[in-house]
């Protein structure tokens, strides 16, 4: 799997992973808003976010109709719509696309629903390897706790309920995560995961992921050009303008 | 009916589903539009049925999970070839699982109005890679019986027209732009179809039937083929 940068896109692409509740949301988030302030041009994408597969995804969600064999092909089919739609065309324009989730989810959670692995992997194979991969590596405990903490109502699919791992909506999510977190973790070297530590505090954590961002990634290169100067015609009639407003407040 | 064959899968087939428990028998019809795929297939269910076998149909864009999302969405051609290529991907394991293989376990024969060679062909004249193609469908089933009706262009053509007086935009591959004219672009994505079919014939077996001939003719035919299978029980 070759990165953007070495499939020669001017753009480059930043992903966050990790289980729920491993405050990599907050993460990213706090990235963009540093990006943008700095003037990059910066592009954030979501996991499960395309508008034409989302009407069939959460039908088959609702309505307990997924396999894992269509779970792991819808997402991969939403994937694949923001990847050319999106993603592509924002890449080969020099822009930093920041990705809360990329294909290490589907290679995580679609192996522990009992895909073979080189069938999901082959599936994404279209897709480059992020630049830069930040994984959020918290206590098990930890990430549970904050999700289960308002006692919210898993949904089906979330709680990996299809799995019949335990009646038990909560014991279920509970065992599901610790599948996953394995998953992702035997995965981590081969795909390069930069391990973040998410037990620490949110703006402690902030402070490394920006640092390595800009070790990662020579921000200077995909700052904003500055405004366009306007044509002439229309500076002139800007000038006039602010002459006539000058005029009244005379 | 107790059936001693099994059924193997392309590729590593579906998680939980053992090759050992798929019997029946798995029967595909491919082929263009207007090459008679679908009237064959009624007069071998009324054949089959009446000679007291239990049969079940399948094709394209019928699930129940995304045909509607991917009707609308190549109404509006909106979709790229990937994502196209793994929704109608998407739309066949949903079938695979819910119709194809409780069918076969219970013994049925079950008849598809087109299988995975069409989606592959159509990806492939589109430009997807053959090896990502032969792992995606890795999920597949290997059929009894692959029947490949094949009729020339020009014909194809003559019969289309005569049946809807109009070329049907995807059957004339018009988001390719091989042509403005829709009758070029036919004539052209299907001479690009028939390539792609004589590629996947490498790897998977098709029995090429000359459909240029009448229906009768060509279900006799079939038949034929079709009761040598089923004597082989």
Known sequence: MKTFAESNFPGRLIAVEGLDGSGKSTQIYLLKRWLEAEGIKVYFSEWNSSELVKSATSKGKKRELLTPTTFSLIHATDFADRYERHLVPLLRAGYIVLCDRYVFTAFARDVTRGCPPEWVRGNYSFACAPDLTMFFKADLDVSLNRILEGRPKLKFFEAGMDLRLSPDPYQSFKIFQGRILDQYLAMSKEFNFMIMDANQPVEKQQVIVRKLVSEHIDLKQFKRRSPLPLPPALTADRDHHHEGEEDKAA | MSDKSTHRFYGHGIPGVKSEDLGGKLIVMEGADGSGRSTQIAQLVDWLETGGRPTVQVGLKRSTLVSEELQKAQEGNVLSRTTLGLFYATDFADQLENIILPALKAGF???????????????????????????LYGIAPIPDAVFYLSVTPEELVQRNLSKNATLDYWESGMDLGFSREVFDSFLKYQAAMSDAFRQL?????????????????????????ISLLLDKE
Request: hydrophobic share 40%; charged share 35%; proline share 0%.
């Open chain 2, 201 to 225: 014939q490498k790897t998977y077996k098709f029995e090429i039937v000359d459909a240029n001939r009448s229906v009768n003719v060509v279900n006799k035919d079939l038949r034929k083929k």
């Open chain 2, 109 to 135: 024969i079950v008849l598809a109005d087109r299988y995975i060679y069409t989606l592959m062909a159509r990806d492939m004249v589109r430009g997807m890679d053959e090896g990502w193609l032969k792992n």
